[in-house]
T-cell receptor, first 118, second 110 residues
């Protein structure tokens, strides 16, 4: 199976612009989560989508939004970019199921999109 | 508040076992211990998880203390490709909301 893919891999924007990042999950995976990773804050959860519905949301401002399509592909959008939004944005997909030891929460991460805001 | 505490860095000789500790003294009864690692320029990769029993898979072993307040990830024969940042997290299986702290930067040296 192909892994999680994210496009673009690198992006440079200026303050005030908006950006859309794309994620294609592993085939058959219906849950897609987005994370922001920065040197100072580590990896932080943004939101999770399952069957086109936002199921969980992290503690980020409303400038960060996302959506999921019927084929499970997901996009996240950041509006009115700020310098502090410079980060590696990671997408992860998972297929909740059982492993005989309770439900297994393994998430498969993509390579990320590195966003630089100037 | 960080739910886990890990040493910031460790070194290990190639071919030797790497033992990475993690403290999670406030872990709840329904929370699992998960380990992920992140090799430079890649997304995090799942390694192993457990609730209260020791676990082993093809990548590593996980030893959880009886009181569940700490655990150790063991890479039995570390290779140079195991050089990465290793993250220990606690999470209920009901959620997909991973939050990684600083992790342990493991450097495997020849």
């Amino acid at each position: 199976k192909a892994g999680v893919t994210q496009t673009p891999r690198y992006l440079i924007k200026t303050r005030g612009q908006q950006v859309t990042l794309s994620c294609s999950p592993i085939s058959g995976h219906r849950s897609v989560s987005w994370y922001q990773q920065t040197p100072g804050q580590g990896l932080q959860f943004l939101f999770e989508y399952f069957s086109e519905t936002q199921r969980n949301k992290g503690n980020f401002p409303g400038r960060f939004s996302g959506r999921q399509f019927s084929n499970s592909r997901s996009e996240m959008n950041v509006s009115t970019l700020e310098l502090g939004d410079s980060a590696l944005y990671l997408c992860a997909s998972s297929a909740p199921g059982t492993s005989g030891r309770g439900s297994h929460n393994e998430q498969f991460f993509g390579p990320g999109t590195r966003l630089t805001v100037l | 508040d960080a739910k886990t505490t890990q040493p910031p860095s460790m070194d290990c000789a190639e071919g030797r076992a790497a033992n990475l500790p993690c403290n999670h003294s406030t872990i709840s009864g329904n929370e699992y211990v998960y380990w992920y690692r992140q090799i430079h320029s890649q997304g995090p990769q799942y390694i192993i998880h457990g609730l209260k029993n020791n676990e082993t898979n093809e990548m590593a072993s996980l030893i959880i203390t009886e009181d569940r307040k700490s655990s150790t990830l063991i890479l039995p024969h570390a290779t140079l490709r195991d050089t990465a940042v290793y993250y220990c997290i606690v999470i209920t299986n009901a959620g997909n909301m991973l939050t990684f702290g600083g992790g342990t930067r493991l450097m495997v040296k020849p």
